[in-house]
Structure formats: structure tokens, C-alpha cells
């Protein structure tokens, strides 16, 4: 007979990045989709993800994005990097936020606010770090509805036991 234990994944999303947002939450909906309990446990500058005055202000940022590739933004060849120094032009990080957006969009992929909402509703767990929100003197209040603040590391440890963990 198989094990019984429905499958878990963890993710530990610790940047608040318009980038790094989305890869936990691509694979956290793709999980609930296939039956699998997910948790999201927000820690550092993860915390934007959740929090009600930065969710909808997330940012891709071009300097020291060494991956980031030029022909991302505009049609040009596919090998073009943007170098770092164009990073510090006035206005740069504005722009790639926004053409970041665009392609987002294109591919129906809803905006995090959106994706977290989702997510709740298919029965994702969402946990803020409490040495995180001790630290940045944030509380329940400060979350989007979902978000159980206070849950330290360890707890979430105990929470997660025989889950996947990915850290983000």
C-alpha cells in the first residue's frame, strides 16, 4: 500500500525583489494544482511580499542583475547584457520594473498581489518571520489578509516537518 502522507512544499521566500517574487509563487500555485500542501514562510526583505504598503510596489532592480539581459526589455540579440553601469541611470529601475510588468502580463500571469490571493484561497499557508517583523517593527496590521505574523523559524520548522523546502 502507498504512503498515505500528502506531499508538502515549504518555501522560504526571502527577497522582495519583482523577480524573485514570482518563482515560489509559479511553483507554490503549480503545487496546490497537483495536490500539494504549500506554505510560504516571508522572512527579510521577503516581508514586501506581504506587506500592505510595498505588495503592489515591487521593483526589478538592474544593477548588480548580472543575468539580466537587454533583449529581455527590447527587441535586439539575445546575448546583450545590460551593463551594470546603465544601472545608475536616473529613471533605470523604473523602466525595467515597468517593461518587467509588461512581460508579466503578456503571459497571464496575474500581479503578486493577485498571485498571493489565489494562492490563500487554494489553501496555501502564508507565515511572517517574527524576528523579521521584530526587527522591522511590523506587525499583524501590516500584512494583506492571509499572513500569520509571529511565527519564528523554529515553528515553522515544526510546522513543515517532511516538507520539501525550497529557499528563494
Not at 42 to 59: A, C, E, S, Y
Not at 79 to 88: A, D, K, R, S, Y
Not at 92 to 99: E, I
Amino acid at each position: 500500500m502507498a504512503d498515505e502522507t500528502p506531499r508538502h512544499i515549504a518555501f522560504i521566500c526571502s527577497k522582495g525583489d519583482l523577480d524573485m517574487a514570482y518563482p515560489a509563487l509559479v511553483m507554490g500555485w503549480a503545487a496546490l494544482g497537483n495536490g500539494v500542501d504549500v506554505s510560504l514562510f516571508f522572512t527579510f526583505w521577503g516581508l514586501d511580499m506581504v506587506t500592505k504598503h510595498r505588495i503592489d510596489k515591487l521593483q526589478l532592480a538592474p544593477v548588480a542583475n548580472t543575468s539580466m539581459k537587454m533583449s529581455m526589455m527590447m527587441p535586439m540579440p539575445k546575448n546583450w547584457g545590460i551593463p551594470n553601469l546603465m544601472g545608475i541611470i536616473p529613471g533605470m529601475t523604473r523602466f525595467a520594473t515597468w517593461m518587467m510588468r509588461k512581460k508579466i502580463a503578456a503571459v497571464g500571469a496575474p500581479p503578486v498581489r493577485e498571485y498571493l490571493e489565489m494562492m490563500q484561497d487554494g489553501g496555501a499557508k502564508m507565515y511572517a518571520c517574527k524576528m523579521t517583523c521584530d526587527m522591522m517593527g511590523l506587525g499583524q496590521g501590516d500584512f494583506i489578509d492571509g499572513v500569520v505574523s509571529g511565527v519564528t523559524a523554529a515553528d515553522f520548522i515544526d510546522m513543515t516537518e517532511g516538507a520539501q523546502i525550497i529557499f528563494i
